[in-house]
């Protein structure tokens, strides 16, 4: 099927390559031409493990391709997916700005056939609806400046019923994790498509064919995936809620920690035996120091917005956030129990993305601790795999981003683990013990060999343990 992706970030980018690479022809559209120009010479913008791969066969066998020109993109789709960011607002709703420009976008350049748009973008509930209308929008801007009838002045009214009929709205909300999105592209747990027009789903359903069969799968013997069909708002929530309760689950576990710390209960063993009960199932039962990223932040504060624009309070949800953002200053006040005055001290942050194996920096917990770190008189030092490595941490201020873990350590008072990258469990901590200061590990991921470092010389603290 000819499909167009709008937006190449972690979600459209890894959408247009998979689909591209089950056989679908893909024409992916950014507004970021410097972006655009480096995708063209076959490189992938973001980090992300077998994307680039995959990016470079489907580019060699003329199924994708990469232009900044949103009218080639419309016009060569029958699916136009919309996967632009969404990012939170200071009061906490979502920024919908880039969403809307292109859907505005769209109409302007919407041709005769018949096209599904989707919502692959997290949005607030009602933009399907609003979608629609902004395309249509676009629709009457186009034929404004054709007739040169100014806007509002009756152009909604010259509208055809044809030019109405000609698309629908599909909200087909994604579930990728960064670090491992094209494993998830391939091996779904379900694909939520929410539309209230048969003929839309039935494309959509086309559209997913080899993945629901599981033609990409690594397991390629397991059941279908579900397909989960919708009315639109439902899909807009089932992504809201999923991600809402994936983050409630994480303050709950941090609770359960902090009240671990006061008993002398270990929340690693705790987890365990409470993960084993099938009705909660020990995924996302891991206390650290909260939850970040790009989605679960502004994904939690989004839905308590829209509850409080219908009149109810999120109660639950506020907790959520509260009990994440305290959570996050925790390893400071581990530090000050252990070292008293951070002032004048010198604290190594092993990770400094909001998860292992993505470049993503957005509302990483790092962020934070280097702020806090700065504000208390401390000098900040990081390394991270990828960090180190790429141009990100040219924007990153208040902190000395080393290029080698022993490196780091040199001259620490502290190290704290911030992102549990699997490599951090085999470096040399003997050796870094040596060129600290004095060895002391926060483990802010419960993830690293309490025995092992404590046999190296290390003071040990995890969280909740
Ligand atoms: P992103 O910020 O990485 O990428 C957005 C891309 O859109 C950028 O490349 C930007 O240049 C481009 N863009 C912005 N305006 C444009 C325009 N007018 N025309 C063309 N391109 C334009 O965003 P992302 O992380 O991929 O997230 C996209 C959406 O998917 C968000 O709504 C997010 O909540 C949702 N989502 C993200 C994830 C994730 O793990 N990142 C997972 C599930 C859902």
């Given at each position: 099927?000819?499909?167009?992706?709008?937006?190449?970030?972690?979600?459209?980018?890894?959408?247009?390559?998979?689909?591209?690479?089950?056989?679908?022809?893909?024409?992916?559209?950014?507004?970021?031409?410097?972006?655009?120009?480096?995708?063209?010479?076959?490189?992938?913008?973001?980090?992300?493990?077998?994307?680039?791969?995959?990016?470079?066969?489907?580019?060699?066998?003329?199924?994708?391709?990469?232009?900044?020109?949103?009218?080639?993109?419309?016009?060569?789709?029958?699916?136009?997916?919309?996967?632009?960011?969404?990012?939170?607002?200071?009061?906490?709703?979502?920024?919908?700005?880039?969403?809307?420009?292109?859907?505005?976008?769209?109409?302007?350049?919407?041709?005769?056939?018949?096209?599904?748009?989707?919502?692959?973008?997290?949005?607030?509930?009602?933009?399907?609806?609003?979608?629609?209308?902004?395309?249509?929008?676009?629709?009457?801007?186009?034929?404004?400046?054709?007739?040169?009838?100014?806007?509002?002045?009756?152009?909604?009214?010259?509208?055809?019923?044809?030019?109405?009929?000609?698309?629908?709205?599909?909200?087909?909300?994604?579930?990728?994790?960064?670090?491992?999105?094209?494993?998830?592209?391939?091996?779904?747990?379900?694909?939520?498509?929410?539309?209230?027009?048969?003929?839309?789903?039935?494309?959509?359903?086309?559209?997913?064919?080899?993945?629901?069969?599981?033609?990409?799968?690594?397991?390629?013997?397991?059941?279908?995936?579900?397909?989960?069909?919708?009315?639109?708002?439902?899909?807009?929530?089932?992504?809201?809620?999923?991600?809402?309760?994936?983050?409630?689950?994480?303050?709950?576990?941090?609770?359960?920690?902090?009240?671990?710390?006061?008993?002398?209960?270990?929340?690693?063993?705790?987890?365990?035996?409470?993960?084993?009960?099938?009705?909660?199932?020990?995924?996302?039962?891991?206390?650290?120091?909260?939850?970040?990223?790009?989605?679960?932040?502004?994904?939690?504060?989004?839905?308590?917005?829209?509850?409080?624009?219908?009149?109810?309070?999120?109660?639950l949800l506020k907790a959520t956030i509260n009990v994440n953002d305290r959570q996050r200053v925790?390893?400071?006040?581990?530090?000050?129990?252990?070292?008293?005055?951070?002032?004048?001290?010198t604290i190594g942050l092993l990770g400094l993305t909001f998860k292992p194996d993505t470049d993503d920096m957005r509302d990483a917990p790092s962020l934070i601790m280097i702020e806090?770190?700065?504000?208390?008189?401390?000098?900040?030092?990081?390394?991270?795999?990828?960090?180190?490595?790429?141009?990100?941490?040219?924007?990153?201020?208040?902190?000395?981003?080393?290029?080698?873990?022993?490196?780091?350590?040199?001259?620490?008072?502290?190290?704290?683990?911030?992102?549990?990258?699997?490599?951090?469990?085999?470096?040399?901590?003997?050796?870094?013990?040596?060129?600290?200061?004095?060895?002391?590990?926060?483990?802010?991921?419960?993830?690293?060999?309490?025995?092992?470092?404590?046999?190296?010389?290390?003071?040990?603290?995890?969280?909740?343990?």
């Open positions: 099927m000819r499909v167009c992706v709008i937006g190449t970030g972690y979600v459209g980018l890894v959408t247009g390559v998979c689909l591209s690479h089950i056989g679908h022809q893909v024409i992916c559209v950014d507004n970021n031409e410097e972006k655009v120009q480096l995708m063209k010479s076959g490189q992938s913008p973001i980090y992300e493990p077998g994307l680039s791969d995959l990016m470079k066969s489907s580019m060699a066998s003329g199924n994708l391709e990469f232009t900044s020109d949103l009218g080639v993109g419309v016009n060569h789709g029958d699916i136009l997916f919309i996967a632009v960011g969404t990012p939170a607002l200071p009061t906490g709703e979502s920024d919908t700005r880039y969403v809307e420009a292109v859907a505005r976008g769209i109409g302007e350049h919407l041709n005769d056939g018949y096209k599904v748009i989707v919502n692959k973008s997290t949005v607030p509930i009602g933009s399907g609806d609003w979608v629609r209308m902004i395309v249509l929008d676009g629709i009457c801007e186009r034929q404004a400046e054709r007739q040169k009838v100014p806007v509002g002045a009756g152009a909604p009214m010259a509208m055809t019923p044809e030019v109405k009929a000609s698309f629908d709205v599909v909200s087909n909300p994604e579930f990728l994790r960064e670090g491992s999105a094209v494993y998830d592209t391939f091996n779904p747990d379900r694909i939520v498509l929410g539309s209230n027009n048969d003929k839309a789903i039935a494309m959509m359903k086309e559209l997913y064919t080899p993945i629901v069969e599981r033609q990409f799968a690594e397991d390629s013997d397991a059941p279908q995936v579900p397909v989960c069909v919708t009315d639109l708002s439902s899909a807009e929530m089932v992504k809201y809620a999923s991600n809402a309760f994936l983050a409630t689950k994480i303050s709950f576990i941090n609770e359960v920690a902090n009240i671990c710390d006061r008993v002398g209960a270990d929340v690693t063993q705790v987890a365990a035996g409470i993960g084993l009960d099938s009705r909660i199932g020990s995924k996302f039962l891991q206390a650290g120091i909260g939850w970040g990223g790009s989605c679960f932040p502004k994904d939690v504060s989004a839905l308590v917005h829209t509850a409080d624009d219908y009149g109810y309070e999120a109660e925790l390893t400071i006040e581990k530090l000050q129990k252990v070292l008293k005055i951070l002032k004048g001290k806090q770190l700065n504000r208390l008189g401390a000098r900040v030092k990081a390394y991270d795999p990828i960090v180190s490595q790429s141009g990100v941490s040219q924007g990153l201020s208040g902190v000395i981003v080393e290029t080698d873990p022993e490196r780091l350590a040199d001259g620490c008072d502290a190290l704290v683990l911030v992102t549990d990258w699997a490599k951090f469990r085999d470096l040399d901590y003997g050796k870094m013990a040596k060129l600290m200061n004095a060895p002391v590990m926060i483990d802010g991921r419960n993830f690293l060999d309490q025995k092992g470092l404590e046999a190296q010389g290390f003071q040990y603290v995890g969280m909740g343990r």
